[in-house]
């Protein structure tokens, strides 16, 4: 039944007759995009922190 359910039936389960539920489908979540932040971070972030700076963050 599940695999009916993968391929995009929609499945209703009923008691005596009477529809108490349906199984659909999930919509597939998004692919993430590799690349999508291309351009958008500037060198400066990978740049090492200053020694004061580490120090606040304990490192």
């Known amino acids: ?6 391929a995009g039936e929609r499945i ?3 008691r005596h ?3 108490i539920a349906q ?9 993430r995009q590799l690349g999508f932040l291309k ?6 972030f990978f740049e090492l922190l200053p ?3 580490l120090e606040r963050w304990g490192a």
Request: hydrophobic share 45%; proline share 13%.
């Open 1 to 6: 039944m599940l695999a009916r359910v993968e």
């Open 12 to 14: 209703v389960l009923a």
């Open 17 to 19: 007759g009477k529809p």
């Open 23 to 31: 199984l659909v489908p999930l919509d597939p979540s998004p692919r």
């Open 39 to 44: 351009g958008s971070v500037d060198g400066v």
């Open 51 to 53: 020694n004061d700076a």
